[in-house]
């Protein structure tokens, strides 16, 4: 994982790659600790944090306690651990993927002197008023609006924004001779937020909105709030942070010099007496795209998918991913993946096709995320207590709102464990993360669809959703 991590970091142009080869792996697992890193680095850090919804704070690169426990909730959320360094390369590449898919950056307001954070690639213009000018960030409720003002049209403003407060929380007001915030908690948990400034003889006005829901977004943005050009928020060259994520690449690539207990069988069901083997995969693009494991289409002279003739398109052995194209395609439905990461404990549904030769049609089972972690502590997976057989190989991993959180992948061995230690092991399986197999879409020209609503399913409806996008693999 951490591998794409860096391919995607790199194709934005933040950092440079940088030779790795005796590397101190054991550095990755050290207790995080903010005081190596830069500035730039804090403050990229503390942006992606506001992102996530942990941090509401200054995007100063000062880095106090309020920063600190920002992380190390993220940690805990996301990881069920303590907060490590190899954990920001991990939310430096969920931040970079929200910054791709909006072109989240740095905007100089010339007009009015004053920066924020700006979605370039994912905002349009909406009709001006008598005192604002407006945008709306087309993947959320965000809205910006700015404008110049006289005093008293300042205090209007101000005054409206408190009218609005209708939440449990207090009012939130800071008043000084050059400077003004009003931020109202609405009946419904939204937020409206009002910030003035007194610049060179005017008043400069930013407000901002969204649903409940969004409110993370909006509190990133008012955060970024500048008065002048404001730094790009970026990753130091040769900087700690840098330096984590490329150790963590080099930490990926040579896995097979890192001692770890052996690998879990991978859940294939094979045919008695036959060379015919099967697993799952789902559909994710309208003209027939099908996501699976590498292992289940290796070695394969033939391939179906729900009987359609496939051909491999690509594969990424070392994460264990395949991209198949069913000809002739007829279906319509395509799979949804979660825009965030699945939580822990959080409810999940795996979708497949297992043991063929003793089960007949689509097998549904449910549990929950056990660990943000996979197996010898892979940090691009996850355990999920969903029971997993032979052939659920390449399946999704579904959210309660139907979207992909992860593919599953394999199960513990419970033979060799209770072997080792006299203890038979339950419900132990892994999943490739869903943020992974998004990347390796993206990487191999497919636009992961993202879900639009975060609503839960009634597990009927989500079975039958499910139904429509998996198919069996069968290889021969």
């Known amino acids: 994982m951490l591998r794409i991590i860096a391919i995607a970091i790199l194709t934005v142009g933040l950092l440079v790659p940088v030779s790795s080869n005796a590397q101190d792996?054991?550095?990755?697992?050290?207790?995080?600790?903010?005081?190596?890193?830069?500035?730039?680095?804090?403050?990229?850090?503390?942006?992606a944090l506001a992102f996530s919804g942990d941090y509401n704070g200054l995007l100063d690169g000062a880095?106090?306690?309020?920063?600190?426990?920002?992380?190390?909730?993220?940690?805990?959320?996301?990881?069920?651990?303590?907060?490590?360094?190899?954990?920001?390369?991990?939310?430096?590449?969920?931040?970079?993927?929200?910054?791709?898919?909006?072109?989240?950056?740095?905007?100089?307001?010339?007009?009015?002197?004053?920066?924020l954070l700006y979605p370039w690639s994912a905002v349009r213009n909406e009709a001006s008023t008598d005192y604002f000018v407006n945008w709306r960030h087309t993947n959320s409720s965000l809205g910006i609006s700015t404008g110049i003002h006289s005093l008293e049209t300042v205090r209007r403003v101000h005054e409206f924004t408190a009218s609005t407060h209708a939440g449990n929380a207090e009012l939130y007001t800071l008043r000084r001779p050059n400077f003004a915030i009003t931020s109202a908690t609405q009946g419904?948990?939204?937020?409206?937020?009002?910030?003035?400034?007194?610049?060179?003889?005017?008043?400069?006005?930013?407000?901002?909105?969204?649903?409940?829901?969004?409110?993370?977004i909006l509190n990133a943005v008012a955060a970024s709030i500048t008065v002048g050009r404001a730094a790009p928020i970026s990753i130091s060259p040769n900087g700690k942070l840098e330096a984590v994520i490329l150790k963590?690449?080099?930490?990926?690539?040579?896995?097979?010099?890192?001692?770890?207990?052996?690998?879990p069988a991978p859940p294939v069901s094979q045919s008695p007496?036959?060379?015919?083997?099967?697993?799952?995969?789902?559909?994710?693009?309208?003209?027939?795209?099908?996501?699976?494991?590498?292992?289940?289409?290796?070695?394969?002279?033939?391939?179906?998918?729900?009987?359609?003739?496939?051909?491999?398109?690509?594969?990424?052995?070392?994460?264990?991913?395949?991209?198949?194209?069913?000809?002739?395609?007829?279906?319509?439905?395509?799979?949804?993946?979660?825009?965030?990461?699945?939580?822990?404990?959080s409810d999940v549904t795996v979708v497949g096709y297992p043991l063929t030769n003793y089960l007949s049609g689509l097998n549904v089972t449910r549990g929950a995320v056990s660990s943000m972690l996979g197996y010898g502590g892979d940090i691009g997976g996850m355990q999920i207590t969903a029971p997993v057989q032979p052939g659920n190989s390449g399946g999704p991993v579904l959210g309660s709102d139907g979207d992909v959180v992860g593919v599953v992948v394999s199960k513990l061995d419970a033979q060799t464990v209770a072997d080792e230690t006299g203890d038979i092991p339950q419900n132990i399986n892994f999943a490739i993360r869903g943020e992974l197999a998004k990347l390796f879409l993206f990487q191999n020209g497919v636009d992961a669809r993202l879900g639009l609503s975060d609503d839960p399913l009634p597990p009927e409806t989500l079975a039958e959703q499910a139904a429509s996008f998996t198919g069996l693999i069968e290889c021969r």
Not at 88 to 99: G, K, S, W, Y
Not at 316 to 335: E, K, M, N, R, Y
Request: aromatic fraction near 12%.
């Open 248 to 263: 963590a690449v080099a930490f990926v690539e040579n896995g097979d010099q890192v001692p770890l207990s052996p690998q």
């Open 63 to 115: 880095w106090g306690q309020i920063s600190q426990r920002a992380f190390e909730r993220y940690a805990a959320r996301e990881f069920g651990a303590g907060a490590e360094d190899w954990q920001m390369a991990v939310l430096a590449f969920d931040f970079l993927q929200t910054v791709e898919q909006d072109g989240w950056a740095i905007r100089y307001l010339d007009g009015l002197d004053m920066s």
């Open 25 to 47: 792996f054991d550095a990755l697992f050290y207790e995080f600790d903010a005081r190596d890193l830069t500035q730039a680095d804090k403050r990229f850090l503390q942006t």
């Open 273 to 345: 007496g036959t060379t015919a083997k099967t697993g799952t995969g789902f559909v994710v693009s309208e003209g027939g795209k099908v996501l699976t494991n590498a292992h289940v289409v290796e070695r394969c002279m033939t391939i179906t998918f729900n009987g359609v003739p496939a051909t491999v398109s690509a594969t990424s052995p070392d994460f264990d991913l395949a991209l198949i194209q069913a000809t002739d395609w007829q279906g319509t439905a395509v799979a949804s993946f979660a825009p965030s990461p699945a939580k822990l404990n």
């Open 188 to 216: 419904d948990g939204g937020i409206l937020y009002a910030r003035s400034n007194y610049i060179n003889g005017t008043w400069r006005t930013v407000m901002l909105s969204a649903n409940p829901g969004d409110v993370p």
